[in-house]
């Protein structure tokens, strides 16, 4: 095996595994507190795309600034349907909230198609395939900002859980809902707050990787997903340290597959580990140990 | 005769009616009654039993090819081809179940796309078996008693017995045994296997008739399409439009899944040819208006609504 | 008694007005993917076929009919195209267009056979839909076989013009729908017949956007010429990561995605030196191109590409065919089509030929364009070219 090539697929697992967690960690967050499936994590990030792209083609600016608009309206959009959709649903069996989120995506997916068309969209930014060079091995520049990016918001999501009275409630209401209601925790605004920071952390993925590949309707919303979702299994649940871990795992098995193995099979690799991690492990590899049910 | 069979040879009547009435829309009543039939099947599992499957598209696409490449490569016909198909289906489902039935709601849910997925890359790479992404044609077809299975009338017939039969089977089935093991199962595990029922068996029994039927409905679309291509078949949209034709329409009743169908199917043909581009933006706004007001499904609550007031004007008039 | 008759005769001539009684029309079928994941190029077709439309009544129509279209949407899926072929099949047209994608024409062409219905493709490349016994079905534009002995001309033309420059080995990476499967095929067994070596051949699931584990197998392989079948998502992404990991060759070849002018806008300078095979381009030297251009141009409100001018090339066939035959009867306008020979128009000329194992194809010269500073320029075959091919294609350290 050429090892130059080894360890340029390694150093690509690991980048694209860091947008992957990225994408995951908002739907991690979610599923911890809420426990609710959230299938239009993906078409979040979409948004997000579209977005830094009307950024860009309106004012000129480099795609990343659109983080600065596009964040906190991400946020509002996710207190809204938190309270107009999904608080409606607490009392619901679980898999209807999976059902509204499934409506939500078809919806969001549709109205891009109506207002953009379906072409692929993208931005042509000068720096989209410069990279650094470490020793023999290339790093491209957007994934390691993609990376940075990562690593800044869930630093930022763990001091605010864990340093903050607010953050601490979350966690109070994830762990036992009506233990923190009992306690005087509104856990309504906490599920509101919960799912307007998951939509903006899908939104942040989304402007992170406009520069990298190209935004689409409806096709790249549900294989965002599902990427979410094998990162949150691959973790556990509601962990933010371990969706890094998932994602890293993920995005080395696929690189490594492809690689190695058959290139057309490699959303199969990803999957397979998922179904691999549910029927043995369901906590999680990184998870405490719960009964999932 | 209960009211369930009164309801169900009106419908008869009608899809007998139908091609009389109607002989230049046939193609649209054909999509109908499959859509019906499968959203029937589905509900066997995802409504009775409350295994929410997203991966029925397997069934299709496995019954769709192995119709196909029986008659293709090895000129067996499809009579023969159907109950092979819906015999093999059945085994994917009990292999499919035993997977993951160990997964409870939402897991179960995200597993079933995850294996659905997985099954379509396997029929787009393996060429060798399913012709690959270049698909198959289906150019010949026998003509038993000089019946030409290309033909609408021919196909109609059979959609109609398979969408009809599957009402039927849950009809019985919802009376039967079995019907209220699926239910206790779906209600609370726990009181059912106190009860003294297996909720794994139900659950794997229910899956695998659902799979089984559902693939006998692509067999008979894979004859209608008369060309076969795994991006189509095993379409993971394919299994949403399952899913949430049943759901809309009513889940855990007999007739609301195909209420569904012929609501969508009717809906989508509006909005193909008024509303152009976004086609399953109805089906998003549907199924937040039935999650939202209607929970029990949109023609489930109708009808519902509609006996409420009947019986409230025949106890006022007393 | 005599207000009376003004009155009826008012009200006939009114009703004169609103139908044109006296001037018959022609109705064409069409299927078309205006919706879905088809769209983008079902939208360019209809264009393209406005276009034609407009020409066609501007000069008087068929023997003095005026033509119109019946549109059905088939939103990308082979049901609804079924549904919309038959509707159209009980309804007074005398032949139907469609569709674009393999999956939604094949099934249309079984149908147009079965039910004796003229079918003019839309936009379908897969060579099977024009294999004996389809004899209802044509298609002017061209199959995959025509494009994948293209690109192969292309390449043997340029071995010849350069011998220094070694042009053996061949790296393949396609998307695994069928249509790039189709073109990998020929591709492969074109390559073997002329003696060029396979070094690297990987699809992809559509929908991936990660190409660099591949990229990086090829890097190792250092095939000669890279051959690539993208759709738009994945050719952007592609080029993108190739210039990422450094993956370059004497010559870059893209199939469908490198086509589409938007190509050019979303990634920049990365496009330069990418060749791919078209039926018709803006700058090809036949009567009458330069003109088409703007009035496709005008239509569609930006730069057309080759799809439009294969819309355009189906409607004027199928007004070709209706002239020649006539009469609106279906059996002889298959007939009349049957018999369309030399036709020209300023994307090609056609006949429908039986060759090759082909049944009412139209052979039709396929080109190879350039992007050369930001736009296509047709480079091959010589005779019809507009500029010189850049070869070969410098490193990507070297631009």
């Known amino acids: ?293 | 005769m209960s009211r369930v069979w009164i309801i169900f040879a009106g419908l008869a009547v009608l899809g007998l009616v139908y091609p009389f009435a109607m002989p230049g829309m046939l193609s649209v009543a054909v999509t109908v009654l499959l859509f019906a039939g499968w959203a029937t099947a589905w509900d066997i599992a995802g409504g009775w039993c409350g295994q929410v499957s997203l991966g029925h598209a397997a069934f299709v696409g496995l019954g769709a090819y192995v119709v196909a490449l029986g008659q293709v490569e090895l000129g067996v016909p499809p009579w023969f081809g159907l109950p092979v198909a819906a015999a093999l289906a059945a085994g994917l489902a009990w292999c499919w179940g035993r997977l993951t039935f160990s997964l409870a709601g939402p897991y179960f849910t995200l597993s079933t796309i995850a294996v659905a997925e997985i099954l379509r890359m396997v029929a787009i790479n393996e060429d060798w078996l399913t012709g690959g992404a270049i698909g198959v044609f289906i150019s010949t077809l026998p003509e038993p008693f000089g019946i030409d299975l290309f033909s609408r009338e021919a196909q109609y017939w059979m959609a109609l017995a398979f969408a009809l039969g599957t009402i039927a089977l849950v009809a019985i089935l919802s009376e039967r045994r079995f019907g209220y093991r699926m239910r206790a199962v779906r209600e609370d595990e726990n009181s059912a296997m106190a009860a003294g029922i297996d909720p794994t068996a139900t659950k794997l029994h229910a899956f695998m008739l659902s799979g089984a039927l559902t693939a006998v409905g692509g067999g008979i679309y894979g004859i209608f399409l008369s060309y076969l291509e795994p991006h189509v078949m095993f379409y993971l949209f394919l299994s949403v439009q399952i899913a949430l034709t049943s759901i809309i329409g009513g889940r855990g009743t007999v007739f609301g899944p195909a209420a569904g169908a012929v609501l969508l199917v009717g809906a989508g043909e509006i909005f193909r040819t008024t509303f152009a581009q976004a086609n399953l933006l109805i089906y998003g706004i549907l199924i937040l208006i039935v999650v939202l007001f209607f929970p029990r499904g949109l023609v489930a609550e109708l009808i519902r609504g509609v006996a409420r007031r009947r019986y409230a004007q025949s106890t006022q008039g007393e | 008694m005599r207000a009376m008759t003004t009155v009826t005769s008012a009200v006939a001539v009114a009703a004169g007005l609103v139908a044109p009684a006296a001037h018959a029309e022609i109705s064409i079928g069409v299927v078309n993917s205006l919706s879905g994941a088809f769209a983008t190029f079902g939208e360019r077709y209809r264009d393209g076929m406005q276009v034609a439309l407009d020409e066609i009544n501007e000069n008087g129509g068929i023997d003095g009919e005026t033509v119109s279209l019946v549109v059905r949407d088939d939103a990308s899926e082979a049901r609804n195209a079924i549904t919309s072929l038959e509707e159209l099949g009980g309804m007074d047209v005398p032949l139907v267009l469609g569709s674009y994608a393999s999956s939604i024409t094949g099934p249309m062409a079984q149908i147009a056979n079965r039910r004796e219905v003229p079918l003019v493709v839309l936009g379908s490349a897969d060579d099977a839909i024009t294999k004996p016994g389809s004899e209802w079905v044509f298609r002017a534009k061209h199959n995959t076989t025509i494009i994948g002995e293209t690109y192969f001309d292309f390449f043997d033309a340029m071995r010849t013009a350069h011998p220094d420059t070694e042009l053996q080995s061949v790296g393949m990476l396609y998307g695994n729908s069928a249509f790039p499967t189709a073109l990998a095929e020929i591709a492969r067994s074109e390559a073997e017949e002329r003696g060029y070596e396979v070094v690297a051949d990987n699809s992809y699931d559509q929908g991936v956007s990660d190409f660099r584990p591949i990229l990086n197998n090829f890097l190792s392989a250092e095939p000669d010429i890279l051959f690539l079948v993208n759709y738009a998502d994945d050719g952007i992404a592609i080029i993108r990561q190739m210039a990422e990991v450094g993956l370059s060759a004497s010559i870059i070849a893209i199939d469908t995605a490198a086509a589409l002018p938007a190509y050019i806008e979303q990634t920049g300078d990365l496009s330069e030196y990418v060749v791919t095979a078209v039926d018709w381009s803006k700058d090809v030297q036949y009567e009458g191109t330069q003109d088409l251009y703007e009035r496709l141009k005008a239509q569609s409100g930006a730069e057309p590409s080759f799809y439009e001018a294969e819309g355009y090339l189906a409607l004027m066939v199928a007004a070709e065919a209706l002239r020649q035959a006539g009469s609106t009867d279906r059996t002889e306008v298959r007939e009349a089509l049957d018999g369309i020979s030399d036709f020209q128009t300023p994307v090609t000329s056609v006949t429908f030929e039986d060759y090759d194992g082909f049944q009412n194809q139209n052979p039709i010269q396929d080109l190879i364009l350039q992007i050369q500073d930001g736009a296509h320029v047709t480079i091959y075959p010589e005779e019809l070219s507009a500029g010189d091919p850049r070869f070969p294609v410098p490193a990507w350290s070297e631009r």
């Open chain 1, 1 to 293: 095996m050429d090892t130059t090539a080894f360890l340029q697929n390694v150093s690509n697992g690991f980048l694209i595994g860091g947008v992957y967690a990225l994408i995951g960690i908002g739907l991690t967050l979610v599923f911890g507190v809420m426990r609710t499936i959230n299938f239009a994590h993906g078409d979040f990030t979409v948004l997000g795309m579209y977005g830094a792209v009307a950024f860009n083609s309106a004012i000129g600016w480099d795609p990343y600034a659109a983080l600065i608009v596009a964040v906190p309206a991400a946020f509002i959009g996710g207190v809204l349907i938190e309270r107009f959709v999904l608080s409606r649903l607490v009392e619901a069996p679980p898999e209807t909230t999976l059902l509204a989120t499934l409506g939500l995506s078809l919806i969001i997916g549709n109205c891009l198609l109506l207002i953009w068309g379906p072409e692929p969209e993208s931005v042509n930014v000068p720096y989209a395939a410069t990279t650094l060079a470490v020793g023999s091995v290339r790093v491209s520049v957007v994934l390691l900002a993609a990376g940075l990016m990562t690593l800044a918001a869930i630093t930022a999501l763990w001091l605010f859980l864990s340093r903050t009275e607010t953050g601490r409630a979350v966690k109070a209401t994830a762990s036992n809902r009506l233990g923190a209601e009992l306690v005087g925790i509104d856990t309504r605004r906490i599920h509101s707050l919960v799912f307007g920071l998951g939509t903006s952390l899908a939104v942040i993925a989304g402007v992170a990787l406009i520069p990298l590949l190209f935004a689409n309707p409806t096709n790249l919303g549900p294989i965002f997903t599902l990427k979410a979702f094998v990162v949150t299994v691959l973790g556990g649940l509601g962990n933010v340290w371990a969706a890094i871990a998932g994602g890293l795992i993920l995005g080395i098995v696929e690189v490594l597959g492809t690689a190695y193995l058959a290139s057309e099979y490699r959303d199969a690799y990803g999957l397979i580990v998922f179904l691999a991690i549910l029927l043995l492990r369901p906590e999680g590899l990184f998870g405490r140990t719960t009964k999932r049910a």
